[in-house]
Structures are given as C-alpha cells and as structure tokens.
Nanobody, 120 residues
Framework: QVQLVESGGGLVQPGGSLRLSCAAS????????MAWHRQAPGKQRELVAT???????VYADAVKGRFTISRDNAKNTVYLQMNSLKPEDTAVYYC??????????????WGQGTQVTVSS
C-alpha cells in the first residue's frame, strides 16, 4: 500500500512560479513511473508530465518549456517545477505513481490533489 502526500499548491500571478511535491510512503517493493495530472473545472483530467525511474520524461504540449518534472528516488518523491504560469494552468493537480507489490505487479495510486490558481 502506498500513501501519497502532495504539497506546494497555491495562488500565483501570471508569469509566476510554483513547485509541487509529492512524497510516497508505505509498504511497497518499489516505486515505478511517477506523474502529475491536472483537472480544471468542467474539464477532464489530463496528463501534465511523467517521469520513469531512470529519469526519462514526457510532457504535455501545453507545458513544454515551462514545467519540469523531477524525482528523488531515495526519498520516493516527485516534483513539478512550474514556471511562466498562465491562467489556463489553473487546476487541481494530482500526483500519480505506480507502486510495485513485487517485481511484476503494480497498482496505481493517486494523491489527494492540490489547487493551483493563476490569477492577477
């Protein structure tokens, strides 16, 4: 079982920056891919960025060049550095990780969500 604790959301002006963190704890064999998703009011949840254990990253087109995902495997923590924020980045951001019960079997876990609001 994996527990996820997110932090770092808040209110920021357009052009500003925020850094989100998500720490995984509990009983697991290992943590695999880690990702951030977001959901704006009235819209479907969408993938923002993902990073595998080796550090390979994938970004949504809307955030390329502005957001950076990273992870600390020793701390089982994933980060999302968000720069040049725009009002359209306003959403609840969710951390998502694959927690392995063994070398072959994993489960998806989700954080509780953290609100990011970009407004002047």
């Amino acid at each position: 079982q994996v527990q996820l604790v997110e932090s770092g959301g808040g209110l920021v002006q357009p052009g500003g920056s925020l850094r989100l963190s998500c720490a995984a704890s509990g009983t697991f064999f290992s943590i695999g891919a880690m990702a951030w998703h977001r959901q704006a009011p009235g819209k479907q949840r969408e993938l923002v960025a993902t990073i595998n254990r080796g550090g390979t990253t994938v970004y949504a087109d809307a955030v390329k060049g502005r957001f950076t995902i990273s992870r600390d495997n020793a701390k089982n923590t994933v980060y999302l550095q968000m720069n040049s924020l725009k009002p359209e980045d306003t959403a609840v951001y969710y951390c998502n990780v694959k927690g392995y019960r063994s070398s072959l079997f994993w489960d998806d876990y989700w954080g509780q969500g953290t609100q990011v609001t970009v407004s002047s």
